[in-house]
């Protein structure tokens, strides 16, 4: 019971997750080893429905499970506050989209998924911004559960699903997400918060610090934007050529 407690334990700890530490490296491990055996038994994946449908619901229902549990742990424990713990971020909407669209197969949980999902996982992976807890708790198996999963997730959808990334999907992921962060801006300066740090950067605070208010916001806001332009064209031209290549093979 003890044991218990302490993983859900509220009291915040001196030091918080180790970057590039051991456990890190291995969970970044972890993380790429996944994504390649997804990539190499993709056409298997596409030709096996069954096998397909059940990894789907695995890391569907894993994905909702770990959130409801997060905010559950947030409410009962009094942790939670109005600054940090509202699924506003990115990465905790498209964790949420990402569930919703290997459970459901609709194409915009999929189009916000994929467009928010992909850096979204590789980047928090790398650069961990947890809350301010040493393993073992709750929140850091949270964490990595919830960006590991949304890393294979949205890689399940391009790869397998197959989710085009065309002009209409790059223009409507482009309006909702400036929407969305023109909103969440206005929430952060009242609240007081750091959504998706439009407020503030999450690294190199020394220098992004000394810039005016409303341009580092609007820096922000463009590199979002840059972002989603980078992973459409790259992944775009990946694609491409991975399905020219599949049908080659095919006709020989």
Not at 72 to 95: Q, V
Request: charged share 15%; net charge positive; with cysteine.
């Amino acid at each position: 019971m003890n044991g218990i407690k302490y993983f859900f334990r509220a009291t915040p700890d001196t030091t918080g997750f180790q970057s590039f530490g051991i456990a890190h490296l291995i969970l970044i491990l972890v993380t790429i080893l996944g994504t390649y055996l997804i990539y190499i038994n993709k056409n298997n994946l596409r030709k096996d429905n069954r096998t397909y449908n059940l990894i789907k619901k695995v890391i569907g229902f894993t994905l909702l499970t770990q959130q409801i549990i997060l905010y559950l742990w947030y409410g009962i424990t009094g942790y939670s506050s109005i600054k940090e713990s509202l699924p506003l971020y990115n990465c905790r909407i498209a964790i949420i989209c990402t569930a919703l669209a290997l459970l459901t197969n609709k194409k915009l949980f999929k189009n916000i998924a994929i467009y928010w999902g992909v850096y979204g996982g590789i980047l928090s992976i790398l650069v961990v911004e947890g809350d301010p807890f040493i393993f073992p708790h709750y929140t850091i198996v949270s964490f990595f559960v919830g960006h590991i999963f949304l890393l294979w997730g949205t890689v399940l959808i391009l790869l397998v699903d197959r989710h085009e990334l065309n002009k209409k999907s790059l223009k409507s992921i482009l309006l909702f997400t400036n929407i969305y962060h023109l909103l969440l801006l206005i929430f952060d300066i009242i609240t007081q918060s750091n959504y998706d740090y439009l407020v503030e950067a999450p690294i190199l605070q020394d220098k992004f610090g000394s810039l005016p208010q409303m341009i580092y916001s609007f820096l922000a806001i463009i590199t979002f934007d840059i972002l989603i332009l980078l992973f459409h064209f790259i992944a775009g031209r990946i694609l491409s050529k991975n399905m020219e290549y599949e049908e080659k093979v095919l006709a020989l």
